[in-house]
């Protein structure tokens, strides 16, 4: 890898080419010119755009940014019966749900296609990448005449870290009716309420 073709930007960053072999990322290394405060330890060192270059940890590829090792993700299987009404009609019950713990968000409850509406879907052209499991493709569900956008998703191929969400479908808590063990449960006050936004070069709006 090297650093060629550098220049500097009105605010008094030093930018470079990155190449390595016969690939290039124009501007993907840069200063930071007089940092202070939380930043001053930046002074002297070059960062680089995780957006333009591939990431590994260790031999690894790291999706979207580095894995936060205070962060957990657990799936337990559960024989709790989980209802989920879009409007009033029942898109999705199972007995056999997976449930996904992960810090700060929801619990999540990943059925069985089996047990799902998938009827009433639409596909979606979102997509978005989580570093904990992996790229999720995305459908809208059609109640009558309402469509309500990007409100499924699953993982077709999760990380290796979690394997059993693999062709499993979930809903957002925030935007469906959902009972556990016919007890209803309330929608989560979180920034997915709304519909997620797109993958920006490769990097997500949004982490579920």
Not at 35 to 59: C, I, K, M, N, Y
Not at 116 to 136: E, H, M, Q, W
Not at 161 to 171: G, H, Y
Request: some cysteine; glycine content about 6%.
């Amino acid at each position: 890898m090297a650093l060629v073709d550098e220049s500097g930007d009105q605010d008094g960053r030093r930018r470079w080419t990155v190449t390595a072999g016969r690939t290039r990322a124009d501007g993907a290394a840069w200063t930071h010119p007089d940092p202070t405060g939380d930043f001053s330890a930046l002074d002297g060192h070059v960062t680089f755009s995780w957006r333009q270059l591939e990431w590994f940890e260790e031999d690894e590829r790291a999706l979207v940014h580095a894995r936060d090792p205070t962060k957990r993700v657990d799936t337990l299987r559960s024989s709790r019966r989980v209802d989920v009404r879009v409007h009033g009609e029942l898109v999705g019950s199972s007995v056999r749900p997976l449930l996904l713990f992960e810090t700060s968000l929801p619990v999540r409850y990943y059925l069985p296609f089996e047990d799902v509406r998938t009827d009433l879907f639409l596909p979606s052209n979102l997509v978005t990448i989580c570093p904990y499991k992996g790229t999720a493709r995305f459908w809208s569900v059609r109640i009558e005449d309402t469509v309500v956008p990007d409100l499924a998703w699953s993982y077709p191929d999760p990380i290796p870290e979690n394997p059993k969400i693999k062709d499993l479908v979930c809903f957002f808590n925030e935007r469906v009716d959902l009972t556990v063990d016919g007890v209803s449960q309330e929608r989560p006050d979180t920034p997915w309420a709304q519909p997620p936004a797109p993958t920006i070069d490769g990097v997500p709006g949004s982490d579920r």
